[in-house]
């Protein structure tokens, strides 16, 4: 809607019946992903799970929200973003409420994954209408806003949940998350208005999505990127909180109290990311370069958190949560390597991989934890998480190896500074031959 319809709906017009609903959406579907962190050790009470039982519950929402990806992308496609959501809000609504009333492994696992497909639309479906309502040279800041909303869906599932507790238990929580899925996905149908649905065929080019996964460019960043990426999902959404409990010995509040301030930093962190890279650029330094960089030191505190030392496990906790947002650069990086025509379905591929990484990580994290057994007070052994957290990052490293390799061999081996210096010089290069050829071509707007 870039005509007439768009320039006559006002901005706080747009906020209010565009914006704001859809974002809920994805809000909901942030905390959604999470809230298990917090609701652990209820649901153990309540329900005896191995670790593995656990990583595969939590996870199956990741597997769930992966393999909705492509269909719901081709749907968003053909039919309008707010009728396509009623639908898949209503899905996670039953999933939830199936959840909150669910009393075996089996029964939790497949409402958790019915959540799971009805939430993979939300930041898409999000993404669809605001761009259809808004000029493409707001949409990076307005995407930058849609990701601050889901932050602190993420953030809510820390401490409010905690609190909730208080007066309810993690039935009562299931229960209220599915009447307000309900409730979004009918205020997302009545308040927002009719979108342009375009024409497109019925059937999509398995040609286009296999040219995604062959591109050199989409291989050289999910080489560096992905596993990050899968890491930082599956880790913050389970495993972070059972560490700090049982390595840490944090009681259920201070461990809450830490993953909301963790969530508070992907805030801050996605802010000052976008605004580091912005910076960077108007230096010729490309976003890779600034994502090597970022997860040298991301990879570094998994490394210090597999020592395990204990003063340091709450700052540790902070800095995981802060240093992964460098991650969501692999959108960005993807978005500005391949032709405009592409990027739709690049961010969606990229999806696919990444929440099918992170229910691996989840679920394999569980595992290994598995092979330990537990105390007196159902806790697993320190040395459990240092060779989880061993295997996580010997299988990251091989990736930021190769990026630094590749970086150095491009810029000769004749000397640290001189490297550098013709890093710069090619990165230059590139920003300036990527830039001729995106004027050439016409630019348009990111899409996730």
Known sequence: MHGADASSRSGVAVFYLVFLPFALGHYLSCLLRGVNAVLTTQLLASIALTPAQLGLLTSVFFLAFALLQLPI?????????????????????????????????????????LMGAGLGGCFMAAVKAISCTIAPARLPSVHG???????????????????????????G????????????????????????????????????????????AFLRTIALILLPHTVFFGVQGLWLGRWLSDV???????????????????IFGAIGMGMLTQWAGRRAIE????????????????????????????LLS????????????????????MPPSLTGRASTCLNLLIFTGAFL????????????????????????YQVAFGVLVALQLPGLAMFFIYRYRRAGPSGKM????????????????????????????PDR
């Not at 490297?419 to 290069?429: F, G, H, L, P, R």
Request: aromatic share 10%.
């Open 145 to 171: 806003y849609l990701i601050a909303v889901g932050g602190l869906g993420a953030a809510t599932a820390t401490m409010p949940v905690k609190l909730a507790l208080h007066y309810t238990d993690w039935r």
């Open 248 to 266: 840490g010995g944090l009681s259920d509040d201070s461990v809450a109290y830490l993953l909301y301030l963790g969530m508070a930093a992907v």
């Open 173 to 216: 929580v299931f229960l209220g998350l599915a009447l307000a899925a309900l409730a979004i996905g009918l205020l997302i149908r009545l308040l927002s208005p009719a979108l342009p649905v375009p024409v497109v065929a019925h059937t999509v080019s398995q040609a286009s999505v296999w040219r995604v996964y062959r591109d050199r």
């Open 361 to 384: 990580v989840q679920a394999g994290f569980g595992l290994i934890l598995g092979c330990w057994p537990l105390n007196s007070l159902q806790q697993y052994p320190p040395q459990a």
């Open 73 to 113: 992308g081709m749907a968003l496609d053909r039919y309008a973003p707010r009728t396509l959501q009623l639908w898949l809000l209503a899905l996670a609504a039953l999933g939830a409420w199936l959840f909150s009333r669910g009393h075996s492994f089996a029964e939790l696992m497949w409402a958790r994954a």
């Open 287 to 314: 976003p890779m370069q600034v994502a090597g960089v970022g997860l040298l030191l991301f990879i570094a505190v998994q490394v210090a958190m597999a020592c395990n030392v204990l003063p340091s496990l709450p």
């Open 318 to 337: 902070v800095l995981f949560t802060l240093l992964g947002t460098v991650t969501g650069l692999d959108y960005a990086i993807v978005a500005q390597s």
């Open 418 to 445: 001189a490297a550098c210096t013709a890093a710069m010089i090619n990165s230059k290069e590139d920003y300036e031959t990527r830039s001729l050829w995106t004027s050439r071509q016409g630019k348009t707007g």
